[in-house]
Structure formats: C-alpha cells, structure tokens
C-alpha cells in the first residue's frame, strides 16, 4: 500500500487550468482517469488525510504511485478526453458500464451501391444507418416484413445478390414483390436508392407523409376504378399501421429524444434508457456497473452519456436527452452533444407532464433490473464460489483457483495443428483472454509435444512480462541450471465481477533469467506490448490453475514445461474425455470427482470451451488451405486476374500446360507476370488424380478451383 504523500506534487506545480488527470500504479498501468474543471483543486482534493476520504477512493490513492496530467483548453476538451482515455486505458476505478446482451439494430447499408436493410449486432460502421436497438431480432424481422410491400428494398446477402446478377435470375421475394429485384435491372441503383432513403425516413418517425399519400393514392384509383392498385395500395397502408402499432405513441408532440433512469445501491447501479423517435420507443437497452469509484447519480449519468454517445454523430444523438440528474458540468456536457449531433441538444430533467409520466416507467424498468441482476448474480455467486471451492479442495490447493487456464490441441490426421487457450476467472469466460496458437516447433501429430510447446510459449511470454516491468527482482547469482524464478506465491487475478486488479508481484528469482526465447512464437500469439503505455498487457496475469484437455501424458508435458520454466507454484490438471476423470502430475490414479459435482461442472465448461475454441480455429485454417492455389503465390496478381485466368484455361491443370505467350493472351496479363505464373506453377506439384474406387478408373481434373 503506498503513501499518497510520496508521490503528492509540489504546490503550486498543478495549474489551475481544466484538463485530464490520470493516476498510475508502481507497474505504470493506468488505474484512474478523471477531468476537472480546475486541476489544482481537484487533483489537491486526492491528498487530504485519507480518514476524510471515501473508502473507494481510499483505496484507489493507497494503490496509485504516481499522478499525472495534461492542460486543455475548455472543459468540452477535458470531456473528449476523459473518454478517450478511459476506452484506451480501462481503468480498474472507473465506472465502466457492462452491457448485458448483444442489441440487434435493424441497419440500412447506405454505403453500398444498392443499400439492404439486415439485423446487425455489435460495433456501429461507417456508412451504415441504424434503428434501435430492439430488444429481440424477431421484432425486427416482423416489421421489415411489414414494410417490404411498400418499400421492397434488397434484403440479401452479397453472394445471394451476386448469384441472382449472375443467372439473371432474382430470388423468392423479388418474384413476390418483396423486393425491387436490383440484381436483375428491374431498378436501376438511383432508384433503389430512394426506395432506401424512404425506408430510412419512416423508420426515423416521419410515417404520416407516407400513408396519407398511399391513401390518396388509392382514392384516386378507386374514382379510376382501378380496383386492384386500389385494394394493393389499401393493404400497403394497413402494412405501415401495423408497423407503427408496434411502438405506441408515447409522446403525443412527435419528440426524439432519450431517457436515461438509474437505479442504485451501495455497491451497484443500473441503468435503462429509452430511445424514442417520432413520439414512439424504438428501442431500449440496460447496462449495470459495479461503482468502483465514489460516484453519485450525476456521475452516474456523465459516465453513460459518454459511453452512450462516445461513438455517435448526427442523427444518433437526439435533440433531447432527459436524464434523473444533470451531471457536474451540465454545460459542457450539453456543449459536446451539441457538438457531436452538429446541432442543438437539450439535456435536461423532465418536471411535469407526459415526458416525467414516461422517465417514472423507465425508472421502473430500471429498478426491476437492478434487483433481476442482484437475484441472477447471488445465485451465480453461490454455485460459482461451491465449484471453485470444491475443485481446490480435491485438488489439494491452498486458495480457490480464481483464475483458471485450460488448454487444448486441435489437427486433423496432424495436418493444421493448433492450439487453444481459454481464461474462466472466478468461474466465467473472459474471452477477451482467449489465445491461438499454431504448433510450429515441430510437424505431425504429437498430441504431448504440442502441449508441451505451448504451455512454454505462453509461459514464457508471462516471465518476459514480468522482466519487463521489473515485476520481479534479481537478488542474487544463478544457481547452476537455474532457469526462470524460483518458487512463490502469486497474486490472484482479476475477478469477473469487479475491477480488475492488477497481478501481484511475482517473488524475487534465484538467479538472472534471461530473455525468454520467443522464435517459436506463432503469427497467432499476440503482438509485444509497449512499455509503460498504461494498457493492459498480454499473458500478464497468472493462473492458479492451469487444465490440459488429456490425461497423464498430457499432464505432465505441461508440468515438465513449468517446470522447464522454474515455475512450480501454479497448479496443474487434466480432465480426460473418457471418464471424465482428473489427473494430476506424479500421481498414478486419477481423482475422480461426484458426477453431481460443480466442480466437475465447471472442469467440463472450461475443457469444453477450450475444445471449441481450438477446433473452431482448426476448421478455419484448413478451409484456408484447401482453398489454397498455386496461383496465390505469384506476386501482383490479384483475385480478378487469377478469375480471368482460370477462366480463360478451364482449369489450373491446363494452365500449367500453356506456355508463357499463351498465358500473355489473357487479357490483363503481361509478359512478366506471365512469366511469374509458370514459374509458380513449375515450382509446385501438380495433385495426385482422383480414382474411382468402384471402377479403378482416373477422374480428369475438369476444373480450376485449386491445385
């Protein structure tokens, strides 16, 4: 624990200008950012007498050893910059909302040449136009259902678009009149382009316009006795109502705006917003934290503005935002918005009338989730804690395995073999955590061997981090044969329900270790981190236990590369598939745990996702490699050219065959980069034939997907 006095500046050496701070541990990590409108106060405020402080930041300033800042020049720069930091940095005391499902958003891609309309979860893209997000994609699906009839934009995938331009033949809804049929020129993409631009602006609330004109559409062909476009034109109209009775109107003057409701105790808050549009809710969303820093409501609130609208521009941030409580600097706050939106945003809190009606419902669902998360994760709790205590206890460990690393080798008949690792802290998935490995020290299959390589690698990875920032010490000569630090405790990694710690530091080595050897490190393995850059590093942490899928062989090829390593203090295992028994190193039977067990449960969820995660990962690579041609290799030939010349030949066999000013016929292709090809191609060696087993007789390769 250190003295915040021995890293206190000096006075009068913070300025008293508005800027960013951020709070360091010994390791240079990042811990705390903050903003303030006057440094010099509120950094000063982080070093009175720790008794007047409260406990969370207490604790914050006991663990930081350095502080440092930098000057802006308006608080709506401090703004920016605070989140910026936060996003890079992931502090472990700031509040970090944790969205608690995937939300689909029904998007329209605009920047494509014909614009589709699809459900798209995860990160916002440039040029894509998004609705909600909605609360479940069937909600989606049955709305763009509705809204097809009228506005028949494209709803199929690029190879689906593709095929249909190819055979000029369109697909199911473009013979249904669901679809304007771009693929086969029954628009051309300026008019689909409107039908898109029109789907868009009944989906952003400005619905009246488009059913009065289909009404008075059909008005006029029923006085045209035009019966069936009249009855056509009636049913588009009843399609847009059912649309718009999915959202009930719930603010009668067609506002856009946001409401954002929290609902908090001691330890956690959550939070629901509303998104309405046009007077309806398009969609909602709920977020919960863990409040790992002193933060009130109004902090609570700044903290979701930021993350809520640190990515949007334009129309994604709307011209109201209502909110519980205004945050410290409402004005700045309110400027960024502004800013980020191109104009004017209000952001206030509702005082009478339909909009305090509607933030009373949102608090509601605020306070249901609240106590739905408190009720999930005590009972989360409970089993999680009873399978790691009794996975210690028939382990034979000292503490609980906070931290658990299983690994897993994955290849098909030892062609593609790699390897899997996968992070469960205190009995979750972080697969933030989750690495790949290719298995490159050797070739075939070796099941041992590959398991003994990349618990090394890994291992190896974790010593060079701790020799890099200093995490351990040398205190005196190697013993001869030493190889890595000598035995000890180490630190319990982050939980999965709060801040993440860092790892504590590991004992002082027997001796100089040198720099780990990396040569064998895969493409796959993470790249090295920076020094003293604040983020979190790669393999930083240590497990206390570490799974092999397998049983002894496997077992003790990870405790022998350990052990290779000087590393004894980590616990190892294997759960083999057979019988679902556990094995440990040097012992001849295996531990076999009640099939009732939850610590059995948890040892099955970790080797299961480890398998998963490896073969997942085998399957890719080896549908790479059957993919694969000759024709890769040469150098400036691009898809189109090799199309061309599959094309042209019919096959890669018969390209083989041609010489270089056959090759140069082709349109597009040089004499040097035909020159290349048959290089390429003389250099490989042609596949054997295929063989009709039945018949014995040689099947003629006929085309040219690969060689």
């Known amino acids: 624990m250190a003295d915040p006095s021995s890293y206190r500046p000096k006075p009068g050496q913070i300025p008293d200008s508005p800027g960013v701070y951020k709070f360091r541990d010994e390791h ?57 930091w936060i996003k890079e940095f992931d502090p472990r005391f700031n509040v970090k909302y944790r969205d608690d499902k995937s939300y689909p958003y029904l998007a329209v891609t605009l920047n494509e040449e014909f614009p589709r309309v699809q459900v798209m979860r995860g990160a916002k893209k440039k040029g894509v136009r998004y609705f909600g997000p909605y609360g479940h994609a069937w909600a989606i699906r049955e709305t763009v259902d509705l809204m097809l009839r009228v506005f028949p934009v494209r709803t199929c995938s690029a190879g689906v678009f593709k095929n249909a331009a190819r055979t000029g033949r369109p697909c199911l809804l473009g013979y249904i009149g669901k679809c304007s049929a771009p693929c086969v020129g029954r628009v051309t993409p300026e008019e689909h382009r409107e039908l898109a631009d029109d789907f868009c602006d009944f989906m952003a609330g ?17 006085e045209e006795m035009e019966y069936e476009r009249a009855a056509r034109l009636r049913d588009d109209a009843e399609a847009l109502k059912r649309a718009m009775e999915k959202s009930a109107v719930v603010l009668a003057d067609a506002t856009d705006a946001d409401l954002i409701a929290v609902a908090e105790d001691e330890l956690e808050a959550a939070l629901q917003i509303f998104h309405v549009r046009g007077g309806r809710v398009r969609g909602q969303r709920g977020w919960v934290t863990d409040k790992v820093e002193a933060v009130d409501t109004s902090g609570l609130v700044e903290h979701a503005l930021q993350q809520l609208y640190g990515e949007e521009r334009g129309d994604a941030v709307p011209k109201e935002v209502l909110v519980p409580a205004l945050p410290e600097d409402a004005e700045a706050v309110s400027q960024w918005l502004a800013e980020r939106r191109g104009s004017q945003v209000s952001l206030r809190i509702p005082q009478r009338g339909d909009k305090k009606d509607l933030m009373a419902t949102v608090q509601r669902n605020a306070q249901q989730a609240l106590g739905l998360h408190k009720t999930k994760r005590a009972s989360d709790l409970t089993t999680r804690s009873r399978a790691l205590e009794e996975i210690a206890e028939a382990l034979g460990l000292d503490t609980a ?44 299959q070796d099941d041992v061997r590959s398991m003994h390589e990349v618990i090394g690698r890994r291992f190896k990875r974790y010593l060079q981090d701790k020799e890099r920032t200093g995490e351990w010490e040398e205190t005196q000569e190697a013993a001869p044969g030493a190889t890595g630090p000598a035995p000890g405790a180490i630190g319990p990694a982050p939980g999965a329900t709060g801040p993440a710690p860092g790892p504590a530091p590991v004992p002082a080595a027997t001796g100089p270790v040198p720099a780990p050897d990396l040569t064998a490190a895969s493409p796959d393995d993470e790249p090295e981190p920076r020094e003293d850059d ?98 890769d290799d040469v150098s400036g030939l691009g898809e189109t050219r090799k199309q061309a010349l599959i094309k042209h030949f019919g096959s890669v066999k ?17 004499r040097r980069t035909a020159e290349s090809v048959a290089a390429a191609l003389a250099s490989t060696t042609p596949a054997a034939p295929a063989v009709n087993t039945a018949t014995g007789e040689i099947i003629e390769e006929d085309d040219g997907g690969s060689s």
């Open 534 to 631: 604040g983020r979190p590093k790669r393999f930083a942490y240590p497990p206390q236990l570490v799974v092999v899928d397998g049983g002894q062989p496997q077992v003790a090829a990870a405790k022998r590369a350990l052990d290779e390593l000087g590393i004894d203090d980590i616990a190892v295992c294997g759960l083999a598939k057979r019988l679902e028994e556990v094995w440990l190193p040097d012992d001849d039977d295996p531990v076999v745990l009640p099939r009732s067990s939850e610590g059995l449960y948890l040892l099955q969820r970790v080797r299961d996702e480890a398998h998963r995660f490896a073969i997942t990962y085998q399957r890719a690579k080896r549908a790479k490699r059957f993919r694969s041609s000759p024709l």
């Open 401 to 444: 395995p906070l931290r658990i690393e299983c690994y897993d080798i994955s290849h098909l008949q030892g062609d593609d073999v790699v390897a899997s690792m996968v992070v469960f802290e205190d009995g979750l998935a972080r697969k933030s955590e989750y690495r790949r490995f290719q298995i490159k020290g050797f070739e075939g």
């Open 206 to 222: 400005r619905t009246g316009t488009y059913i009065r004109r289909l009404e008075k559409d059909m008005m006029q062909a029923a």
């Open 28 to 84: 240079r990590r990042v811990i705390y950012v903050g903003k303030a409108k006057n440094l010099r106060q509120r950094v000063a405020n982080y070093f009175q007498d720790l008794a007047h402080l409260h406990p969370r930041t207490r604790t914050m300033v006991t663990t930081a050893a350095s502080v440092e800042w930098t000057v802006v020049s308006t608080e709506v720069e401090a703004l920016q910059l605070e989140y910026s």
């Open 654 to 670: 018969k390209l083989r065959q041609a010489t270089i000013d056959e090759i140069c016929e082709v349109p597009g292709i040089g």
